[in-house]
């Protein structure tokens, strides 16, 4: 089992910066994959980065080049570093895990969230 509990979100104006983090109950190098994803009111839930195992990352598109994921292995987190945030960042972001490299093994896990708010 994995506990995942994100914290860092709030207000912040157009081009401002917050860093999101998720505090993992467990080594993150045990994890193939980690993950933030975010939903907006009367949106889908979307991925917004991910890091493998290897360390490889993928971004969407719209946050490509202003958000950072990253991890912290020694104090098991995992952190959101969001730059030159917009409006359209507005949104509750989670914490996702996914154990296991195979369908019979894989497990997945979500965090309650946190709220991020871009506005003036």
């Known amino acids: 089992q994995v506990q995942l509990v994100e914290s860092g979100g709030g207000l912040v104006q157009p081009g401002g910066s917050l860093r999101l983090s998720c505090l993992v109950s467990?080594?993150?190098?045990?994890?193939?994959?980690m993950g933030w994803y975010r939903q907006a009111p009367g949106k889908e839930r979307e991925l917004v980065a991910r890091?493998?195992?290897?360390?490889?990352?993928n971004y969407a598109d719209s946050v490509k080049g202003r958000f950072t994921i990253s991890r912290d292995g020694a104090k098991n987190i995992l952190y959101l570093q969001m730059n030159s945030l917009k409006p359209e960042d507005t949104a509750h972001y989670y914490c996702n895990a996914v154990l296991g490299s195979t369908t019979a093994l894989r497990a997945e896990y979500w965090g309650q969230g946190t709220q991020v708010t871009v506005s003036s």
């Open positions: 467990r080594s993150i190098f045990s994890i193939n994959v």
């Open positions: 890091i493998t195992i290897g360390a490889n990352t």
